[in-house]
C-alpha cells in the first residue's frame, strides 16, 4: 500500500527540515507538499491531499493548501495535515476529511473532561487535542500520537495509533 506523509512542526526544528524530508522519502514515502494523489480504492476514486507545517512558513502554508484544495468535488477527498487548529482554513476548500496530529492529546487529560488539559498553540482547555469532530459533511479526525519522551509528560493520555475505514457509500 502507498503511505503518504507531511512535515509536522518537529521535522522544521534545529533546521533540518529538508534533511529530514529526505529521509522520509527514501523510507519509500510520498511526501505531499501541498500537492494530491489520487488513487482507486475498490473501483473509487480517492484523493489525498497534504501541506506542509506552517513552521515551513505561513505564505508556503497557505499557498500549499490553496494548491492541494479539491478540484472535483465529487471525488472523496483527505487533507493530511499537522496543525488542527486551522481548521477555519481547511473548511471552506471543501475537504471531505482532515487529518491532524500535533496537540498530542492536550498531554494531559483528567478524567470526565473530553478535552485535553493545554496544548501550546491553543492554550487551556483547548478546543481541538483528539478524536473526531464534524462540521456538516466535513470531518476532522485529530490523533493523539505516540510521542510520550518529551519533558512534559503525557497524563491519562496513552499514546495512540488511528486507523481510518472507508466504506464507500451504498447506492
Not at 514515502?29 to 476514486?45: H, R, T, W
Request: proline share 8%; net charge negative; aromatic share 8%.
Amino acid at each position: 500500500y502507498p503511505c503518504f506523509a507531511v512535515t509536522g512542526n518537529h521535522e522544521y526544528y534545529g533546521g533540518r527540515a529538508q534533511q529530514r524530508k529526505q529521509l522520509i522519502r527514501q523510507c519509500g514515502v510520498v511526501l505531499l507538499e501541498g500537492d494530491s494523489q489520487m488513487l482507486q480504492i475498490c473501483n473509487d476514486p480517492l484523493s489525498i491531499c497534504g501541506v506542509d507545517d506552517p513552521n515551513g512558513g505561513a505564505d508556503a502554508f497557505r499557498s500549499q493548501l490553496q494548491s492541494a484544495a479539491p478540484v472535483d468535488p465529487s471525488i472523496y477527498t483527505i487533507l493530511l495535515t499537522h496543525r488542527p487548529e486551522y481548521i477555519h482554513d481547511y473548511l471552506p476548500l471543501g475537504f471531505d476529511l482532515i487529518t491532524a496530529g500535533h496537540t498530542h492529546g492536550g498531554q494531559w487529560r483528567l478524567p470526565g473532561l473530553q478535552r485535553g488539559l493545554m496544548t501550546p498553540s491553543q492554550g487551556l482547555f483547548p478546543k481541538y487535542t483528539g478524536g473526531r469532530y464534524d462540521f456538516g459533511n466535513q470531518t476532522m479526525l485529530i490523533s493523539r500520537g505516540l510521542q510520550n519522551d518529551c519533558v512534559v509528560p503525557r497524563l491519562f493520555n496513552p499514546p495512540e495509533v488511528v486507523c481510518i475505514d472507508l466504506v464507500p457509500e451504498k447506492l
